[in-house]
């Protein structure tokens, strides 16, 4: 089985975001290594799919992503 690319791992912390943060530090760490492998140093989250696409939802998932060693952004519409 191949390594999950960035975008498989997005998806996956989307998935866990709608399942009420189920796992969501594993898939932390698969979007840190496919960000790695990737070499890649931020991930890009689009707003409309978070639970809170907010200005303090996005910033509290910013800093609980920092902590684990992830810089996130989010596109624009």
Do not use: C, W
Request: glycine residues 6%; positive net charge; charged residues 25%.
């Amino acid at each position: 089985m191949s390594e999950p690319t960035v975008a498989d791992a997005i998806d996956g912390i989307y998935a866990s975001l709608r399942a009420d943060n189920a796992d969501l530090d594993a898939h932390i760490a698969t979007l840190k290594a496919a960000l790695a492998r990737a070499g890649v140093k931020e991930a890009v989250f689009d707003p409309a799919k978070l639970a809170q696409g907010n200005r303090s939802g996005r910033k509290l998932m910013q800093a609980y992503f920092r902590q684990r060693g992830v810089t996130v952004k989010y596109s624009t519409p």
